[in-house]
Structure formats: C-alpha cells, structure tokens
C-alpha cells in the first residue's frame, strides 16, 4: 500500500510561516497523522536526513533553504479524556489552530485560555514555546502532552511537570528536534473565573454580566491596536526576550534614564527591562528602524514585502541582519545584551 503522505523535493514554503519570507525545503511533507509522522520520521532516520517540524511557523525566522525534511504537523482532533461537575479535560491534536481552540473552548464553557486568543501558530507549537500573555500560561492548564522521540521513534507521555515549563520555554524547545508533539490536554475550568489583572482589562472587573467571550473579544481588540496583522504584513511576534537584569543595573540606568519603566517577574521576582523600551531610546540607525521595526512596537520586526513578489530571497537574512544590528546597538547604548525569542532557521 502506498503510504498516505507525499514527500515534496525544493518546496518553496514562503506561504506557511508568518514572516513571509522567501524559504525552500530540500525535502518537505504534510502528516495528519501519528501513523504518518512515524512512518515519516523512519525514513528520515534511515536516510540521516535533518528533520525540522513546522507548526503555524509564527515563532520562525527562516534566513536559507533548509538542507532536510522538513515536516509540517498537520495532527487534528479533539476529545474529553475526563470531566466532572467544574472541570473538563480535553486532548487536542497538535496540528490543531491554537486561536480557534480559544474560540471553541471560550464557546463551549471550558474556561482558562481566554487571555491567549489571537496568538497565531498551532497547540503543539504553543506547548514547545510556554506561550503566554496578559499574566495566562497555556503550562497553568496543560495536564499532559504526548510526543515522539524522533531519535527512538518511541512514543510517551509527559506529565506537565516533565514538561519543565519556564517562561517561554520547556522541554521541548530545550530539547529541539528531539521531540515532536503529536497531541496536549488542557484541564479547562467550567467556572468563569476571568484573570484581569492586566491593566487594561481592569475596566471588565465592573460588568456584572461579563462572558468569557467579551474577555476574548477584548482581547482580540487590544492586539489588533498594538500588533500588525499577521496576514498582510511580515512578522514573528515580538522579535526579543524582555531581558532580566541585576538591581545593579536597574540602579545605573535608572540614574541616567529617569522615565524607563522597570518591572519584576511574578514568579521569579527578578528586574525585567522592556526590551521594545531599550530598542526604541536606542541610537539605532534610521534606515534599519524605519524598514525593520513596527512603528506601533519597536518589539516587533516586520516584512512589509510579506506579498511583494519581487521580494529577494535573501531578505530572512537581511532581517537576522538588522536583528544582529539591534542587538549591538543595545548592547552598545545600555549594556545589556537581548536574546532573540524567535528561531532563526537556517
Ligand atoms: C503577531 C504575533 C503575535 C504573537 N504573540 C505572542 C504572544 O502574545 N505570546 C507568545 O507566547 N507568543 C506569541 N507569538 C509567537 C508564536 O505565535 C508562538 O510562539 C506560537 O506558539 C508558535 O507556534 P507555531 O505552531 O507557529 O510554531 P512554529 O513557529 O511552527 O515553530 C516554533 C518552534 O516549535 C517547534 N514546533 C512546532 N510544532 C511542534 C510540534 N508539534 N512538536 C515539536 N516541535 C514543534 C518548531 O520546530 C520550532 O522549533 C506571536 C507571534 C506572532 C506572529
């Protein structure tokens, strides 16, 4: 029988990340299927072929053709593993579009992502990653995540404790490649309990009557005021981590920057410097700012040749460039060095 996936030579893959920029695949293959990605990952190992696994690709910066296969995960699904009187569990394939889980969850009564909505990329990716905002984690309701090895192509399942979650980070991503998640379940709350703690949704805590979707509504509207629409313009999220740095520090350049805004992380305590405040008081060159940089959000690096078709195939490079750029002129003006949050690929 022939197997149910096709593998493609020299893909142009430019269509499935959010960057949108020009990338080739030596090798490329779309699984729907746990069957699928193992039979797929058999014949990688068997040819030592490089395996990359591609979710929404929201989390990507591609800068060359990638010399391998690389394998989009296409595993949908979802079912209730458990459920009670308040609580519910639900395994969704990794494949699966995290903003529309948000949705239907928000829909259907199962309460605890609404925080999240409009994060692009997919369940698996947002499990590698720790996704997170407006002070929710997906690691508050992952129960358990189900992966392959790819090396011993044997299956198992990781308590959210082996997961090792930190922020934006777990064992996945520290162990890139080696895993690939095949399906997560989240323990969802049947009680509305909305987390407004973040500023702007303050103003929610006085409507009486308030759903999970006005909270994923309100959501929805604040990111599409502060970040650019994906679909039409280039571009990963924010570009860098927001550096933690030393009380030494905080002191020095709070002598000399008066108005720089300092906060602590909830969990750890430690000083956090917004790395957007950094880059936008930086001494950056003008050109790179004004072609590289959001002009709402100095955070997040954009393509606006996202549906130019005369865009150049080295402009992922051309953008890791400017980020190389960012990254000294920082370094240079603050001396504090920031780390990338996206992936360069290479
Ligand atoms: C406009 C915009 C806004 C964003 N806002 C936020 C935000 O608020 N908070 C936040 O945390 N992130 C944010 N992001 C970043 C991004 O959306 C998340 O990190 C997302 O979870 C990435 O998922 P993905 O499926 O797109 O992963 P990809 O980009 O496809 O992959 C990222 C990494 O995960 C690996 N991976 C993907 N799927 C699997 C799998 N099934 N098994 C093993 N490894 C896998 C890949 O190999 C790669 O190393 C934003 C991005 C954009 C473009």
């Known amino acids: 029988m022939l197997p149910a996936f096709e593998i493609e030579q020299n893909k142009q893959l430019r269509e499935l990340h959010t960057f949108g920029v020009p990338w080739r695949a030596q090798f490329f293959v779309s699984v729907t299927d746990r069957q699928q990605l193992v039979d797929v990952l058999e014949i990688a190992r068997g040819q ?23 394998i989009a995960n296409n595993i949908s699904g979802r079912s209730v593993v458990s459920e009670n009187e308040s609580e519910i569990v639900i395994e969704f394939g990794a494949g699966e579009s995290w903003h529309d889980t948000v949705l ?27 996704i997170g905002a407006y002070d929710s984690e997906i690691s508050q309701t992952v129960t358990s995540v189900a992966v392959i090895n790819a090396d011993t192509l044997q299956f198992a399942d990781y308590t959210r404790e082996q997961c090792d979650f930190e922020y934006r980070n777990s064992i996945f991503k520290k162990n890139r490649g080696q895993y690939v ?9 049947k009680q509305f309990s909305p987390v407004l703690t973040y500023e702007p949704l303050r103003k929610l805590q006085k409507n009486n009557e308030l759903t999970a979707t006005d909270v994923v509504n309100e959501i929805i509207a604040i990111r599409q005021s502060k970040l650019p629409d994906w679909n039409m313009v280039g571009t990963a999220g ?13 002191r020095r350049l709070s002598k000399q920057y008066k108005e720089m805004p300092v906060f602590s992380d909830k969990q750890t305590g430690q000083k956090i410097i917004p790395a957007g405040w950094l880059i936008e008081h930086s001494k950056l060159d003008k050109k790179i700012r004004e072609k590289f940089l959001y002009p709402k959000h100095a955070l997040v690096l954009v393509n606006n040749q996202k549906h130019d078709p005369k865009i150049s195939d080295k402009y992922g490079k051309e953008i890791y460039h400017a980020s190389k750029m960012i990254i000294n002129r920082v370094h240079k003006d ?13």
């Open 181 to 189: 998640v095949t399906s997560v379940c989240l323990r969802l709350s």
């Open 48 to 70: 030592s072929q490089n395996i990359f696994v591609l979710g929404g690709g929201s989390n990507i910066l591609p800068t060359a053709t990638f010399h391998g296969l690389v």
């Open 238 to 250: 924010s570009f860098f981590a927001n550096p933690r740095v030393d009380e030494k520090m905080v």
């Open 104 to 130: 239907w969850c928000a829909e259907h009564g199962y309460y605890g992502l609404e925080n999240m909505a409009l994060i692009p990329g997919t369940v698996g990716g947002a499990v590698v990653q720790n």
């Open 334 to 346: 603050f001396g504090i060095t920031l780390e990338r949050e996206v992936l360069i690929v290479e």
